[in-house]
């Protein structure tokens, strides 16, 4: 069966011939380890997931390698760091932060069906040439400056734009378009505006490593071109991400990539998944449109915001309401009480070919809902090939009797209720009616609800 896959670089859909079928190779950004992932988030770890999954079943499960790095190092994490644990060490606190965070998010992976990907290295590892060789963020800056492509200026050393002919092909920027009007003193060290940072100098209660270029920390795009290399080599196959790291995050690493090899190809596809749009106000609560998987999950199954997830196609904008995750709750239950309780069987051509034409995942969905009608008017292959494709792709992973009783668990719960309930006791402990509180406090944990008050308010989640 032929793969064709969507190529942001050249803009169209093209067959997917991979360098070496034996060892098929990905690599995806991943998240910066500092704070609970949003929704928008989880779109790309599940995307490229049931392409992983898909790859997997092409290729056979032993011949594909994807690597999903964790940017463990960056300012965010240091302010993050400084803000949560102001008594601590500046560096034992960035590895509490940075420890806690990709914990959480490791286990949010695993609810939304994902696989762990086959190698998922922390930056920090990656900064100093390593004792097994691999490559390191340092050695590749050594190299772009011995070929012309970076220098040291101001404290820093920066990526030469200008020696890379073609900088700029990934995002369709070309360099002579991309005068500023205004040039920012800050940057008045620079060759061109657009020179970017392959490390920087930090100050004494910054993290650093020692280098060529003093005591410093690397810029963010290095890691990612260090890590790819050190797992996928020189060229790859695909890169993947947001749509928001096209520029400058993919078109950096690629220039640094293609410039410290001198290799005409970083990977041969690159892929970006498009927005998650927070539409219905319901859900984002009090928190504006930042949406966390953390929050969702306390309501919802992870299979839940899977199905729901795949709904839209990967480069189509995703419009999340509550009322498209009651549907795929719906179509969930369904299924579940269609397939949970067959086992083997084959996953079906027509659900894999529809993943073939670039991941078509709406048209995934429908050829579902086809075996699931061949299956429910009684047809054993139907039946069989429905739970088989539902599996391969990180659906079923419980008995009937377990989907019931976590859809018990996490859904039954009226947010809206909720807050009610919590603002009747707010106003019950300020008339000190402390007997109404307590009683609303029983009331809310007889629900599963967990309430926790501090000086901002009071905040819920569900028990687990
Ligand atoms: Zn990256």
Request: charged share 25%; net charge negative; glycine share 8%.
């Amino acid at each position: 069966m032929d793969l064709r896959l969507y190529d942001t670089l050249t803009k169209e859909k093209r067959r997917f011939t991979p360098l070496d079928p034996n060892n098929v190779r990905m690599y995806v950004c991943g998240p910066t380890v500092y704070d609970f992932a949003h929704i928008g988030n989880a779109r790309p770890v599940i995307v490229f997931d049931v392409l992983f999954r898909l790859l997997r079943h092409l290729y056979g499960a032993d011949h594909v390698t994807y690597v999903r790095n964790i940017t463990d190092v960056d300012d965010k994490i240091n302010a993050r760091a400084a803000r949560d644990f102001p008594g601590l060490p500046l560096n034992e606190a960035i590895r509490k932060v940075t420890e806690n965070t990709a914990a959480q998010f490791a286990s949010e992976v695993a609810a939304l069906g994902s696989l762990p990907p086959t190698f998922e290295p922390r930056a920090t590892d990656f900064v100093l040439p390593r004792a097994d060789g691999k490559a390191d963020m340092v050695t590749l800056i050594k190299q772009l400056i011995a070929r012309g492509h970076a220098y040291e200026a101001g404290g820093e050393v920066l990526f030469d734009v200008q020696s890379m002919p073609d900088y700029g092909a990934l995002s369709g920027r070309k360099l002579d378009e991309q005068r500023p009007g205004a040039r920012v003193a800050v940057d008045a060290h620079k060759k061109s505006p657009l020179d970017f940072v392959l490390w920087k100098q930090s100050s004494g209660d910054e993290p650093g490593w020692e280098s060529p270029w003093g005591r410093g920390r690397p810029g963010w795009h290095i890691e990612c071109s260090a890590m790819s290399t050190a797992y996928l080599g020189d060229v790859f196959d695909i890169h993947g991400g947001g749509i928001d790291l096209i520029f400058p995050h993919h078109e950096n690493e690629l220039a640094q990539s293609r410039c410290a090899h001198g290799t005409p190809a970083m990977a041969n596809y690159w892929m970006h998944n498009e927005f998650v749009q927070i539409e219905d106000t319901k859900m984002s609560k009090s928190l504006g449109n930042f949406v966390t998987i953390r929050d969702l999950l306390a309501d919802w199954p992870g299979e839940v915001l899977r199905l729901n997830m795949l709904k839209a196609h990967y480069r189509s904008p995703m419009d999340w309401t509550l009322r498209g995750l009651e549907e795929s709750a719906k179509t969930l239950d369904d299924w579940y009480s269609v397939a949970a309780d067959v086992k083997g069987g084959q996953a079906s051509d027509a659900v894999i070919e529809t993943l073939s034409d670039d991941l078509n995942t709406p048209q995934m969905i429908a050829s579902l809902h086809g075996l699931r009608n061949g299956a429910a008017a009684g047809n054993d292959g139907d039946r069989s090939q429905f739970a088989a494709s539902l599996r391969l792709f990180g659906f079923l992973s419980e008995s009937v009797a377990e989907w019931k009783s976590r859809k018990q668990q996490a859904s039954g719960v009226d947010a809206k209720q909720i807050d009610e309930l919590i603002s009747s006791r707010t106003a019950a402990r300020a008339r000190k009616d402390f007997k109404e509180s307590d009683r609303i406090r029983d009331e809310l944990a007889a629900m599963g609800v967990v309430i926790k008050d501090s000086k901002e308010g009071t905040t819920w989640e569900i028990a687990r």
